[in-house]
């Protein structure tokens, strides 16, 4: 009886010790599966900052904002980094009449037939009485004092662009092939929204609600005559040509084709250092962009001013390429398409926003 307690004792603490072990070891999970790893998560990659290559300065952002705010009439401005990804405007995609900015798209078009080899800048160029257009035209002078003269195709270069005299303009028109030929250069090169009106006399008369006689451009005849047609004739005129410009542009297309040009994406190597050289040398509208271009940029520009009827001005434009002295490049462009404010008014806006565009550059 002993001997079967001690048996069974035996056995009791035999059982009772594998629980306890048992218990006290870690259980041991079976998994096919890779265990898990635990880190801090990988921090987010910040955006990287945008250089003044690629966006413009806010602050200029905004500054060009609010002096096309407060600016009487229709406005359209635009800035285009040519060295660079960004623009930025106002009614940029509008179209708005050139005038005189036009100009450039002639010179460009006689240059490209150069270029191709069906012209030359020495080709001579008659120009006689029948031959002068209206408002500013410095060659009349001389072709009514000669009855008629013989110029070069670079001088009339140099007249039509650094001086923006009509008939010099008219005459290059004439030797290019014509406004079809401005049109047909300007779609080659896909310029966008820009516009060829049918040259100064009939694009000038037809804003003034008259017909285009010849003798009208002797002297001051078309001012004489104009004076005498009747102003609503005048205004609906004026309003027509305003609401669909025929020789509209857009400021976008225009600071796009100042881009190609300051690229040389359209014309040769000589006649694009020669164009821009013409530029530089021009003498209409000192006090507009220009005179808000600090000393040490280099500035080129185009200048375009149209009709005025009452207290409201037309097409008072400069479009130009400023070049930083770090050789940063930017195109600008400010057309007023109407607009009741002051000449010294004007002057002071298209100051500003080169004043501007100068103060945030960034190399």
């Given amino acids: 009886m002993i001997q079967f307690r001690h048996i069974l004792i035996l056995l009791l603490t035999t059982v009772l010790s594998a629980c306890v072990s048992a218990s006290s070891r870690p259980a041991v999970e079976q998994s096919n599966s890779p265990p898990l790893v635990y880190q801090n998560p990988a921090p987010s990659n910040p955006p990287r900052a945008q250089t003044s290559r690629e966006r413009p300065d806010p602050a200029l952002v905004r500054e060009i904002a609010d002096l096309w705010r407060s600016f009487p009439g229709k406005t359209g401005i635009a800035v285009r980094r040519i060295d660079g990804e960004w623009e930025f405007g106002h009614r940029m995609d509008q179209y708005f009449p050139q005038q005189s900015v036009s100009k450039l798209w002639v010179a460009l078009t006689m240059l490209d037939k150069i270029d191709r080899g069906q012209a030359s800048l020495s080709d001579p160029i008659r120009i006689s009485k029948e031959d002068l257009t209206v408002f500013h035209q410095p060659m009349a002078v001389e072709v009514e004092k000669n009855g008629a003269v013989v110029k070069t195709v670079y001088t009339l270069l140099e007249k039509a662009l650094a001086s923006s005299?009509?008939?010099?303009?008219?005459?290059?028109?004439?030797?290019?092939?014509?406004?079809?030929?401005?049109?047909?250069?300007?779609?080659?090169?896909?310029?966008?929204?820009?516009?060829?009106?049918?040259?100064?006399?009939?694009?000038?008369?037809?804003?003034?609600?008259?017909?285009?006689?010849?003798?009208?451009?002797?002297?001051?005849?078309?001012?004489?005559?104009?004076?005498?047609?009747?102003?609503?004739?005048?205004?609906?005129?004026?309003?027509?040509?305003?609401?669909?410009?025929?020789?509209?542009?857009?400021?976008?297309?225009?600071?796009?084709?100042?881009?190609?040009?300051?690229?040389?994406?359209?014309?040769?190597?000589?006649?694009?250092?020669?164009?821009?050289?013409?530029?530089?040398?021009?003498?209409?509208?000192?006090?507009?962009?220009?005179?808000?271009?600090?000393?040490?940029?280099?500035?080129?520009?185009?200048?375009?001013?149209?009709?005025?009827?009452?207290?409201?001005?037309?097409?008072?434009?400069?479009?130009?390429?400023?070049?930083?002295?770090?050789?940063?490049?930017?195109?600008?462009?400010?057309?007023?398409?109407?607009?009741?404010?002051?000449?010294?008014?004007?002057?002071?806006l298209m100051q500003a926003v080169a004043r501007a565009v100068a103060r945030y550059h960034r190399g």
Avoid: C
Wanted: aromatic letters at 6%; hydrophobic letters at 40%.
């Fill in 165 to 348: 005299d009509n008939t010099a303009n008219d005459s290059l028109l004439r030797h290019a092939g014509g406004p079809e030929a401005v049109r047909k250069f300007i779609a080659k090169n896909d310029l966008g929204k820009i516009r060829f009106g049918p040259g100064e006399r009939l694009l000038q008369s037809g804003i003034a609600g008259m017909e285009w006689k010849q003798n009208l451009s002797y002297r001051r005849t078309f001012y004489a005559a104009r004076a005498k047609v009747p102003v609503e004739r005048r205004r609906q005129a004026l309003d027509a040509y305003l609401a669909d410009p025929v020789d509209g542009a857009s400021p976008q297309a225009i600071v796009h084709a100042l881009d190609k040009l300051a690229r040389g994406k359209l014309l040769s190597e000589n006649s694009t250092r020669l164009v821009q050289s013409i530029l530089k040398r021009t003498r209409s509208g000192p006090n507009r962009l220009k005179a808000g271009v600090p000393a040490g940029w280099e500035f080129l520009h185009k200048t375009g001013t149209g009709q005025v009827l009452g207290p409201v001005a037309t097409g008072y434009n400069d479009v130009g390429i400023m070049t930083a002295p770090d050789g940063t490049r930017y195109a600008v462009a400010v057309m007023l398409g109407d607009t009741t404010a002051s000449i010294p008014e004007r002057m002071r």
